[in-house]
C-alpha cells in the first residue's frame, strides 16, 4: 500500500488549504483514514480521522471548528480541508491508515500505525 500526500503550500492566516491522500495498491475501505502533523522540533500529533466503518469524524481540539475531514471509498482518497489558517498550523502534514477503530488510533504510537504518506508541508505565514 502506497499513499500519496499533497496540496500543502504557503497561506495566509486566515486562509484555506485542501490536503489529500490517495492510496493505491489495495482498498482501504474498512480502514480508519487520518492526519497527523509534526512542527519543527515537536512530536508528530494526531489531527483528525475519519471511521473506516461509519464514517464518523474525529478532531484534535485545536483544530476543531476551523479543519474538516473527508473521504471517497471508491477513489480510495480522503483529503483534510483548512480553514481559518493560523501560524501554529504550520507543519508537515502526513496522512495515515489503520485498520483499528479511531479511538484506538488516537492513544497508540504513531510508530504503530499500519500506513503512512510522505507528508505535505503547510506554511501558515504572513
Known amino acids: 500500500v502506497q499513499l500519496q500526500a499533497s496540496g500543502g503550500g504557503l497561506v495566509q492566516p486566515g486562509g484555506s488549504l485542501r490536503l489529500s491522500c490517495a492510496a493505491s495498491?489495495?482498498?482501504?475501505?474498512?480502514?480508519?483514514k487520518c492526519w497527523f502533523r509534526q512542527a519543527p522540533g515537536k512530536e508528530r500529533e494526531w489531527v483528525s480521522c475519519i471511521s473506516g466503518r461509519d464514517g464518523a469524524t474525529y478532531y484534535a481540539d485545536s483544530v476543531k471548528g476551523r479543519f474538516t475531514i473527508s473521504r471517497d471509498n471508491a477513489k480510495n482518497t480522503w483529503w483534510l480541508q483548512q480553514n481559518s489558517l493560523k501560524t501554529e498550523d504550520t507543519a508537515v502534514y502526513y496522512c495515515?491508515?489503520?485498520?483499528?477503530?479511531?479511538?484506538?488510533?488516537?492513544?497508540?504510537?504513531?510508530?504503530?500505525?499500519?500506513?503512512w504518506g510522505q507528508g505535505t508541508q503547510v506554511t501558515v505565514s504572513s
Open positions: 495498491g489495495y482498498s482501504l475501505e474498512n480502514y480508519s
Open positions: 495515515a491508515a489503520d485498520l483499528r477503530p479511531v479511538q484506538r488510533i488516537i492513544t497508540i504510537a504513531t510508530t504503530r500505525i499500519d500506513y
